[in-house]
């Protein structure tokens, strides 16, 4: 009877052991907002006012675009990544909210995909039916001239090559913080 009860209390203190360590695990790291916006801001590279460095980047389809050729037009460059979620809810928003909207306009979508192989992303386009054009940026040359960490990241340039605007992450207030910056640089 008493290993019985012994027992019983072994395993009444390891369930409260487990359960204070999973309280401290999930307590806020204390980081601020303003820690946290200070942190993206160190990581972003390309700033609002800067000349959006040039590149070429190969496209899904085998073709290139290099950003310099696209002067004229307002850009939306949006680096992006499959196993990414927040990446994957933009994405689902671009048809409708971006492409569509600004058709005939001179606009372009331009995603990158960061560090994936063209198979992981041709995987990813046959499963999601997307047939916008996308850019494959395996090692990272075009990303890390842009930022050193985080994705997605969204960067609006308008038809002289300047940024105009730079996200990071997603939720509806970015998105519609995007699609507003593109309309008055085109001037609608």
């Known amino acids: 009877m008493a290993t019985k009860k012994s027992n019983k209390s072994l395993w009444l203190m390891l369930a409260l052991i487990v359960a204070i360590v999973a309280v401290i695990l999930l307590l806020p790291t204390g980081e601020t907002s303003k820690e946290a916006e200070t942190q993206t801001e160190a990581t972003t590279l390309v700033k609002a006012g800067d000349t959006a460095p040039d590149f070429t980047v190969e496209m899904i389809d085998g073709s290139s675009v290099t950003l310099g050729s696209l002067k004229g037009k307002v850009v939306l460059l949006n680096f992006w990544a499959t196993w990414c979620p927040p990446c994957r809810e933009e994405l689902t928003h671009v048809q409708t909210d971006i492409i569509d909207r600004f058709a005939g306009k ?3 979508f331009l995603p990158i995909s960061r560090g994936e192989e063209r ?3 041709e995987a990813f386009r046959k499963k999601t039916g997307y047939a916008f054009p996308m850019g494959l940026d395996p090692s990272h040359t075009i990303y890390d001239r842009y930022a050193s960490s985080y994705i997605p990241r ?6 002289k090559g300047k940024v105009v605007l730079s996200t990071v992450g997603y939720d509806d207030q970015e998105f519609e913080q ?3 910056t593109i309309e008055q640089t085109l001037g609608n």
């Open 119 to 121: 198979e992981a992303v």
């Open 178 to 180: 995007l699609i507003q």
């Open 154 to 159: 969204n960067f609006v340039i308008d038809q």
């Open 106 to 108: 001179e606009f372009v």
